[in-house]
């Protein structure tokens, strides 16, 4: 009974091109949106958030983009960087304190 | 600062032991989280803290497993019995502020329990 679920575990793209990481939820109740980055041997660290009274923020490469209705939300990283190589959860939470995150997507930015 | 402190980053115990995970929030944050990581079910979030009282343990999976903030600078979370299906990567995050500033998360304790 996942509440947050990224359906893809992996992810392979060419440097310099867009990255598109997808994440979808169930609960209606959810209100604050956040994606994390995780290297190899590290704890996740905060990455873009976004509220649900919008629809797109915006952060230099990042951008989220919220769909409520469809119960969606995706990261787009532009242009892809080696460096951007890392597991990327999905985080919602609809009260701030408890949050409920994917299984993560593993992205590989290819030189 | 240096960050979320976690100690030990690894440990691989035998089934039916006790197993004791240390972390030390950064200073001066007020609300601390434990979580756990496994490939099927990814972050959960076991317990969270504010002002070192324990605030919802719902996500503790069972009586197994028990957490304590004696003071704003540490906090421990205690598996006993443990059992295989424990392994798991255990994260402490902390944060300092209202819901929705950053969580910094800890390196992880890496466990494994034969």
């Known amino acids: 009974d996942q509440q947050v679920k990224q359906n893809s575990p992996s992810l392979s793209v060419q440097e310099g091109r867009i990255s598109i990481l997808n994440c979808d939820y169930t609960?209606?109740?959810?209100?604050?949106f956040l994606w994390y980055k995780k290297y190899p041997a590290e704890g996740p660290t905060f990455l873009i958030s976004?509220?649900?009274?919008?629809d797109k923020n915006e952060d230099g490469r990042f951008t989220v983009f919220l769909n409520k209705s469809a119960k969606h939300l995706s990261l787009h990283i532009v242009p892809s960087q080696p460096g951007d190589s890392a597991v990327y959860f999905c985080?919602?939470?609809?009260?701030?304190?408890?949050?409920?995150f994917g299984t993560g997507t593993s992205l590989t930015v290819i030189p | 600062d240096a960050g979320v402190i976690q100690s030990p980053r690894h440990e691989v115990t035998e089934m039916g032991q006790e197993v004791t995970l240390r972390c030390k929030p950064i200073?001066?944050?007020?609300?601390l989280f434990w979580y756990r990581q496994t490939m099927m079910r990814g972050l959960e979030l076991l317990i969270y803290?504010?002002?070192?009282?324990?605030?919802?343990d719902s996500g503790m999976p069972e009586d197994r497993f028990s957490a304590k903030m004696p003071n704003a600078s540490f906090s421990t979370l205690k598996i006993q019995p443990s059992e295989p299906r424990d392994s798991a990567v255990y994260f402490c995050?902390?944060?300092?502020?209202?819901?929705?500033?950053?969580?910094?998360f800890g390196p992880g304790t890496r466990l494994l329990v034969l």
């Open positions: 995050a902390s944060r300092d502020g209202g819901p929705q500033e950053t969580q910094y």
């Open positions: 609960n209606s109740m959810f209100d604050y």
């Open positions: 976004i509220s649900s009274i919008k």
């Open positions: 985080a919602a939470t609809p009260t701030g304190n408890q949050f409920y």
């Open positions: 200073s001066g944050h007020n609300s």
């Open positions: 803290f504010n002002n070192n009282v324990p605030i919802d």
